[in-house]
């Protein structure tokens, strides 16, 4: 079996796939060329993972197994081979891989197995027989880049001066055989840029200068490494530096995930100039509202990260550990690196000492800052996900574009986590047989030609949202966001006794006659945020059943829905809280209730309720006293069928998520802890609610 490789629409490779054996025509990006036919060695197989996160080790005879299956039944709905791997039929064309990050699913014709696609965050990889490219997105991207891909020149090391005089490592990429100047797209990232590289020779090889540079102190540049805090005004500095060169045009884009989310925006706010584009990829968010100080708490989601970048070069090996739960109960905090790694954190310290959001916090806001200049006005691709764990920083980004003018924003929102377009199942739960995308990479380049390059690609004229329901298994457009048909719609917490999912707590269409609950909340004994530390994805999708029987829980639920509800938007809880002590945090969750009783997260937002009058001061609670709370949770878009319920959690902790508070004064950071006896106030005159939006027309 013959079959192509193409990455970004761009030929990577040519494979003869025999029983046992593979041979490669490797692309040589310095030459443009195919390299000689060869078999395929571990090392080849490591380098062509890590550009298509395609597993070639064991490729033609997984292919091979799924042919005798199809051969025996066409229209097999679905099956298991025998490496464990399990398939869907989807339609004629595709059978889709499940439960497993980053899928090779496979393309059929007449029943013959004739290529294979495996999407990831911000790429697709396509094997398919010569013949069949009609039946892929290749045409397109053909019609988008004619020309053949240009061979890379070799890279060049610069060293860019900061206004300080720091001075930041980069590589500068330029394609062979173009002599105007060309559009820039800027790569910042704190994870290595040598290792990054490959990734973004597609952007070389159509035509773009690329300049992927290591953020302030990390890797091989100069300076002290503080995550967020200098990127405003280095990455102001290294965009007026490239504009200055004479291999570029004076436009430049941006694009990346997470921190290279993040530094885009940063960058954004300084209002420089030269800056033309924005592709954000699951963006993290400023501090209190995103991360490390989610609504104030102090995520502990976030440690596995900061283990990974705690020294000059990244290791993600620090992020495994098998002792998570110890290492997150020690206190002080200041000593918790030095008691997990061996050595102290000088950043972790560094943020342990701001409290409030104050004037170093407020440095790395690239939100905040824009607002007091104005808003950003740089044209944005903005792609995150419903479980995405820097979901709220995307939830930034939209609320400072929303007023953007037609065509400068483009918003694409699947059902994914932090790692992106990659999973049609998340933690064993279903997405949809549709929850993958194949042409986000198509979209991403369209951008970039359209406003670094000034070419008429018709991505102005699509959906400026897209976005996509569960439930439904549909991808859905809209004009902005949240979608303009759909109005706001709140359920009021009701009943006499919520505590645990078996009390008699309900949601009502209208606030009901006044009522309480209460519950007791131990920090020595906090709730769980249901994830897997070491996967550092802290938003997914969990099955909350069995927390939800706990004392500390108060459920509030629907009855079971008679017509189909679909809510699609950001959700808000406001409450009424009074407690004994001084502080405490409140976490809400939005679930999804199946008529066989297991409560899916959907949604979640915690606050430290000392915060609840903004951030940057405490406001500690006086015993007794109600207060009103307002609490913002991620973003969701879930149809509720007929059959299910809709329920809303409230409790005090989410051990993984969030360091424990410990109800005094001194927070999340007290080796002294005392219990909390919470209340919920409703119905009048508390009305407490969850305020949803609800698709009308749907």
């Known amino acids: 079996m013959q079959m192509n490789l193409y990455i970004s629409g761009i030929l990577y490779a040519r494979l003869d796939l025999y029983e046992s054996l593979v041979y490669i025509e ?107 490219e009609s039946l892929t997105l290749l045409p397109q991207w053909n019609a988008l880049y004619p020309n053949t891909p240009y061979a890379l020149a070799p890279v060049q090391t610069c060293r860019i001066p900061m206004r300080d005089g720091t001075k930041l490592a980069a590589d500068l990429w330029l394609p062979q055989g173009i002599t ?10 704190p994870y290595g840029r040598q290792d990054s590289a490959p990734a973004y020779y597609r952007f070389v090889q159509r035509g773009y200068a690329v300049v992927i540079q290591d953020v302030r102190g990390r890797n ?12 405003t005004e280095d990455g102001s500095d290294t965009i007026d530096w490239i504009a200055a060169q004479n291999w570029c045009s004076g436009s430049v884009g941006m694009i990346g995930g997470s921190y290279l989310g993040y530094v885009q925006w940063a960058a954004a706010a300084s209002e420089n100039p030269h800056l033309k584009a924005l592709i954000s990829e699951v963006t993290a968010g400023s501090a209190f509202v995103d991360m490390p100080r989610h609504g104030g708490t102090f995520s502990s989601g976030t440690l596995a990260w900061a ?101 400068t924003r483009k918003v694409i929102l699947g059902p994914w986590m932090h790692s992106g377009n990659a999973n049609y199942d998340l933690h064993g739960i279903p997405m949809g047989q549709n929850a993958i995308r194949y042409d986000l990479d198509l979209q991403f380049f369209r951008w970039f030609e359209y406003w670094l390059k000034g070419r008429e690609t018709g991505i102005t004229e699509t959906a400026p949202v897209e976005y996509f329901t569960i439930g439904e298994d549909k991808w859905k457009t809209a004009g902005n966001w949240p979608p303009e048909n759909s109005e706001e719609y709140s359920l009021y917490p009701g009943g006499s006794q919520a505590n645990t999912s078996n ?25 769980t945020h249901i994830i897997d530390m070491s996967e550092n994805e802290i938003e997914v999708p969990e099955d909350y059943t069995e927390q939800e029987l706990r004392p500390d829980y108060l459920c509030y639920t629907t009855p079971p829905l008679e017509q189909p509800l679909t809510i699609t ?72 069928a007929p059959g299910e319920r809709l329920r809303l959690t409230i409790t005090s902790s989410a ?35 969850i305020i949803l939006r609800k698709e009308i027309n749907a």
């Open 26 to 132: 490797l692309l040589d990006p310095y030459t443009g060329l195919l390299k000689p036919s060869e078999p395929l060695t571990d090392q080849i197989t490591a380098q062509l993972y890590t550009l298509s996160r395609i597993s070639f080790q064991g490729l033609a005879e997984r292919l091979r197994n799924a042919q005798t299956i199809l051969d025996a039944n066409p229209a097999v709905s679905e099956f298991t081979l025998p490496d464990g791997a399990i398939y869907q039929r989807k339609d004629e064309h595709h059978y889709i891989q499940r439960q497993i990050k980053f899928p090779l699913d496979l393309l059929t014709d007449n029943g013959r197995i004739i290529g294979a696609r495996t999407p990831n965050r911000d790429s697709t990889s396509l094997l398919i027989s010569e013949g069949y």
């Open 180 to 189: 105007e100047p060309l559009p820039c797209v800027l790569v910042r990232t």
């Open 220 to 231: 091989d540049s100069e300076g002290e490494w503080i995550p967020d805090h200098f990127e």
């Open 307 to 407: 283990f990974a970048v705690s020294q000059k070069k990244m290791n993600d090996s620090l992020m495994v550990r098998d002792d998570w739960d110890q290492i997150l109960a020690h206190r002080p905090l200041e000593e918790i690196c030095e008691k997990a790694l061996g050595y102290p954190v000088p950043f972790w310290t560094e943020w342990l000492s701001h409290p409030c959001d104050d004037a170093f916090w407020q440095k790395g806001n690239w939100y905040d800052r824009s607002v007091k200049r104005g808003g950003i006005h740089v044209p944005a691709l903005i792609m995150s996900g419903w479980f995405d764990d820097n979901g709220m920083g995307t939830t930034q980004a939209l609320d400072l574009t929303s007023d953007y003018p037609s065509g």
């Open 503 to 527: 009390g008699n707590g309900i949601l009502l269409e209208s606030p009901g006659q006044y009522g309480s609950d209460s519950f007791l909340y131990d920090p020595e004994n906090p709730a």
């Open 569 to 640: 938007g950001d959700a808000y809880a406001e409450l009424y809280l009074s407690s004994d002590a001084p502080d405490t945090d409140l976490m809400v969750r939005l679930t999804k209730v199946t008529p066989d009783g297991r409560s899916i997260k959907l949604a979640d937002g915690m606050l430290d309720v000392k915060f609840r009058n903004g951030f940057d001061r405490e406001i500690f609670l006086e015993p007794g006293k109600v207060e009103k709370v307002l609490i913002r949770t991620t973003k969701i878009s879930a149809c509720f």
């Open 655 to 689: 051990v993984n998520f969030a360091f424990p508070n410990s109800n005094t004064k001194d927070g999340y950071n007290s080796a002294v802890t005392r219990t909390a006896n919470n209340t919920i106030h409703h119905g009048t005159p508390y009305p407490s609610r």
